[in-house]
């Protein structure tokens, strides 16, 4: 899988290759609108992480210039403007997915892993691991061919475990991704602990291995 | 408030009436002398005709009598008698005023004399000649009649001409005054002020232009520096969050190392969030957010409610709520939605374990309390990084972000406490 960092910020650049390079991704980076130009146009990319605000130009004409050549690159966009023009304005023209900054690296792999998924399978986006088996589109989890119920927060969990093999998550990145914006202004993270035992126990009780580790004081891991 | 042209108007009109009225006794003065005089020529034009008349009268002295006496009683306003002297006096006028023997009434008429001494046949006779004049209240009554009409014609055309040069020379005015009314900074568009051809106008709207030019050239650097400076916070921030998750995925950890790398996270999500509120507070103040539309609060208050509901849970909270349904008002969705989150989050996150949160909204009024002990300072409450409790950590800024919306659409938002609640108001 071959990702494209746009991101003028070279520590965050390395650090998202890093994050993401035990999961079989090959990173490359741009750190000028120049050089992501020439990139785009030369390669195809699986996935492209692209900042807005880049030496050079505007991160948006790059995503223009993608669509007018009809790639079929994914494209995130990590910007630090959290406005919703700026993110209506990244959507209508192509982007998949809008991350604001500062965000946990697990959140960032977990929509990665999304938009890979839904560029690769399209209709039939259906995840097996092991005896699980995810159907992304209808938003069910099948068990052993056995439906398993889950609430839409613990499904949105499920997804993030599943973007996130073998990696410690912390409870304050399981936070933001269940309430988005607020998980800041709630001073105790508890309400994740309520929802991982409720998803464990339902994966559990429908037959399933138990692949969730909690680590002590710091948050869990999904061991594959 | 009265319109410019009207001051004028009223000091014209008033200026007017003073020159019209001093002209009623002059018009007077002078419409009476010229008539004295004209009647005075015309008695001693009488007068001449009769003496020539008399003179070629060739009668012996009994019908001469009878004659004169006949004339007496038949030509009034002449009357013609012996002279008591020898010689013929000089002539002399006269004005008097007394009833008319031609007329019943009683009224006095103002009669013009000429007294007049007249040779005929050598023999001085005294002629007096008298002709009515117009009285003289009647005289200035008339005057002033027309004097009137004409005040009152003037006046209609100072009226009339003044709505006519009010609607033309002021129209560069109006044009400007309404574009200077739909002008909206927010979107930075330079206003296209009309021509004019006067000059005061044209001056008017060139330092307009130039006012203009620059409070938008002002804004928007302020509003590239609150943007920038949040993009340049945001990055190192970025930077040192993923520092965070990436030394976190470390196997040689111990359980100690671990929890203090996963406690950095809270910092840090709260320095993004101040950083975000600031810019939030910012982009209110400078109106960025023009687009209204009609919200149904009811429905968004529950949708905020449900999504809220586990951390009610976690706390054991209890939620009475007494919602109207179909309450909806007109304002910008995305800074409606902070203000419900910020007033819920803020009553549960204030709120004791076991504690209560009521929720009211109807037509007028949003009201959200929870359960305290101690009553806060209203006056600083809604001050920007002034915490109310030290209890819980918090950007200091959701209270003064939920003020400064109310502020932009004139809702009033107001802190009571009562009965052991802290009870937060927003008055539609």
New interface residues.
């Given amino acids: 899988m071959k990702i494209l960092i746009i991101e003028d910020?070279k520590?965050?650049a390395g650090?998202?290759a890093?994050?993401l390079s035990d999961e079989n991704y090959l990173c490359e980076f741009a750190e000028t609108f120049q050089q992501a130009i020439e990139k785009v146009g030369a390669y195809n990319y699986d996935c492209i992480l692209l900042d807005l605000?880049l030496p050079g130009g505007d991160g948006l004409r790059i995503l223009e210039t993608l669509k007018k050549e009809n790639k079929q690159d994914g494209v995130i966009i990590i910007s630090?403007?959290?406005?919703?023009q700026d993110k209506i304005a990244g959507l209508q023209i192509g982007a998949d997915d809008y991350l604001?900054?500062?965000?946990?690296?697990?959140e960032l792999a977990a929509r990665i892993y999304s938009v890979i998924r839904r560029k690769q399978f399209g209709n039939s986006n259906i995840i097996r691991l092991n005896e699980l088996q995810i159907d992304l589109l209808a938003k069910t989890v099948h068990i052993n061919q056995e439906p398993v119920l889950l609430t839409k927060k613990e499904f949105d969990l499920l997804l993030l475990f599943i973007g996130n093999k073998n990696?410690?998550l912390?409870?304050?990145?399981l936070a933001?991704h269940l309430?988005g914006d607020?998980?800041?202004?709630?001073?105790?993270h508890?309400?994740v602990y309520?929802?991982i035992k409720n998803m464990k126990k339902k994966l559990v009780d429908a037959g399933y291995q138990n692949y969730l580790k909690t680590?002590?004081?710091?948050?869990y891991k999904w061991e594959a | 408030m009265s319109k410019l042209l009207n001051k004028p108007l009223k000091a014209f009109a008033i200026y007017a009436l003073l020159v019209l009225a001093c002209s009623i006794p002059v018009y007077y003065l002078i419409v009476d002398y010229i008539w004295r005089n004209e009647l005075d020529e015309y008695n001693q034009i009488v007068r001449r005709r009769i003496e020539t008349g008399l003179n070629k009268l060739n009668l012996n002295e009994t019908d001469w009598n009878k004659t004169i006496t006949l004339w007496n009683q038949t030509q009034p306003g002449t009357t013609i008698a012996r002279s008591p002297a020898d010689k013929p006096l000089p002539d002399s006028t006269y004005t008097v005023m007394r009833q008319d023997p031609m007329h019943t009434t009683e009224d006095l008429e103002r009669f013009r004399g000429l007294s007049a001494y007249i040779l005929i046949k050598g023999k001085p006779y005294h002629l007096n000649v008298e002709i009515n004049v117009e009285e003289a209240h009647e005289t200035v009554f008339a005057i002033a009649a027309v004097t009137f009409v004409f005040f009152i014609i003037l006046l209609a055309g100072f009226v009339l001409l003044n709505r006519n040069i009010a609607s033309k020379i002021w129209k560069p005015f109006h044009s400007t005054l309404d574009r200077l009314k739909s002008f909206d900074l927010n979107s930075h568009k330079n206003i296209d002020l009309e021509k004019s051809e006067i000059e005061e106008f044209e001056q008017l709207n060139e330092v307009l232009r130039q006012l203009i030019e620059k409070n938008i050239s002002v804004f928007r650097q302020q509003k590239e520096f609150t943007?920038n400076a949040?993009?340049e916070l945001?990055?190192p921030?970025?930077?040192?969050?993923?520092?965070?998750?990436?030394l976190?995925?470390n196997e040689t950890l111990t359980?100690?190392q671990?929890?203090l790398?996963?406690s950095l996270?809270?910092p840090?999500?709260?320095v993004?969030?101040i950083n975000?509120n600031l810019?939030l507070l910012a982009?209110i103040e400078n109106q960025q957010f023009a687009e209204d539309e009609k919200i149904d609060m009811s429905e968004l208050l529950q949708q905020n409610l449900e999504?809220l509901e586990?951390?009610l849970v976690?706390r054991n909270n209890t939620v009475e709520t007494e919602i109207h349904s179909d309450i909806s008002i007109r304002a910008n969705k995305?800074l409606v939605e902070i203000m419900l989150?910020n007033l819920l989050?803020n009553a549960i996150?204030h709120n004791p374990v076991d504690g209560l949160i009521k929720i009211e909204l109807t037509n007028s009024r949003l009201i959200i309390s929870n359960t305290g002990e101690v009553a806060l300072n209203p006056q600083t409450l809604f001050k920007r990084f002034i915490a109310s409790s030290t209890s819980?950590?918090?950007?200091g800024l959701?209270l003064a972000i939920v003020h400064e919306i109310g502020n932009r659409y004139g809702w009033k938002v107001s802190y009571t406490f009562q009965e052991g609640f802290h009870q937060f108001s927003v008055q539609f």
């Fill in positions: 910020e520590e965050l650090n998202i890093a994050y605000m630090a403007k959290d406005s919703l604001a900054k500062p965000f946990h690296l697990s990696r410690v912390s409870k304050s990145a933001e309430s607020i998980a800041d202004m709630l001073d105790n508890d309400f309520a929802h680590i002590y004081g710091t948050g | 943007e949040s993009h945001q990055t921030l970025a930077v040192l969050k993923s520092k965070i998750d990436l976190m995925q359980e100690e671990s929890e790398i996963a996270n809270l840090i999500s709260r993004s969030r975000k810019l982009k999504f586990e951390h976690a995305s989150v989050l996150r819980t950590p918090s950007s959701g």
